[in-house]
């Protein structure tokens, strides 16, 4: 049973930065990705970035290209969502999300495991 325990959000102003960790357990699949996904009040939940733990190929929503990095710490099978330039539109609380398989996966649908998700908010 995979298990992940997220850690790392709070308040934050705009323009500045927080860094995001995912700690990893249990998963014993030979491929897979670990996403990060974040939803704000009365909104979906949407993609923000995703990267292969094998290989290390990522990839990031449209939104934060630029400004967030998605990074891995293999000895302790932990992945870190690097923030920077927050700003309001970024104030969410972000899940981290486990998907078995070679696909480097953007939906949500495609993640089997979830963490229990941290606050993000970022003030103006």
């Known amino acids: 049973q995979v298990q992940l325990v997220e850690s790392g959000g709070g308040l934050v102003q705009a323009g500045g930065s927080l860094r995001l960790s995912c700690a990893v357990s249990?998963?014993?699949?030979?491929?897979?990705?670990m996403g990060w996904f974040r939803q704000a009040p009365g909104k979906e939940r949407e993609f923000v970035a995703a990267?292969?733990?094998?290989?290390?190929?990522?990839v990031y929503a449209d939104a934060v290209r630029g400004r967030f990095t998605i990074s891995r710490e293999g000895a302790k099978n932990t992945v870190y969502l690097q923030m920077n330039s927050l700003n309001p539109e970024d104030t969410a609380v972000y899940y981290c999300?486990?998907?078995?398989?070679?696909?480097?996966?953007?939906?949500?649908?495609?993640?089997?495991?979830w963490g229990q998700g941290t606050q993000v908010t970022v003030s103006s």
């Open positions: 999300a486990y998907a078995a398989g070679l696909t480097v996966a953007r939906r949500s649908s495609e993640y089997g495991y």
């Open positions: 990267r292969r733990w094998s290989d290390g190929t990522t």
């Open positions: 249990g998963g014993t699949f030979s491929y897979y990705t």
